[in-house]
């Protein structure tokens, strides 16, 4: 999720979708923990989804997050993960400007020089 939050120049959060992960052996767990320690030290948080169906594979992903310093959390699915990293998005967006809310007003003028739509006093269209 971007973008990064203060002097963070990365992303926030991290999703790994273990969809089509039907297993993991030893050398997979160490790869995870060190993926784990590379995006605890950029200051990011790890969302790891679709991993509860598979025992060993959650064990797995369990065992690494304890060796690890990252902040882990799961998500039973994609859309579940993409939801919470939307929200904490919007709550560091909302936080950096000094709000309580992550309610952002709209502009008053349209970005990127759009037009502002027609009022309701333009003329109608000719009818067909």
């Known amino acids: 999720v971007w973008p990064p939050r203060g002097g963070q ?5 991290i999703i790994l979708d273990f969809s089509l992960v039907y297993g993991v052996d030893g050398s997979a767990t160490d790869t995870l923990f060190q993926a784990m ?3 605890a030290s950029q200051g990011a948080h790890l969302t790891v989804c679709t991993v509860s169906r598979l025992p060993d594979v959650l064990a797995a992903v369990k065992a ?4 690890s ?9 994609f859309d579940e993960a993409l939801e919470a990293a939307e929200d904490a998005l919007l709550r560091s967006l909302a936080t950096s400007r000094g709000r309580s809310s992550p309610a952002v007003s709209l502009p008053a003028t349209p970005p990127m020089g759009l037009p502002h739509l027609p009022s309701e006093r333009a003329a109608s ?4």
């Open 9 to 13: 120049t990365g992303p926030q959060t």
């Open 69 to 77: 310093t990252c902040q882990v959390t799961l998500a039973k699915d």
């Open 64 to 67: 690494a997050a304890a060796r």
């Open 125 to 128: 269209p000719p009818p067909l």
């Open 37 to 39: 320690d590379l995006i």
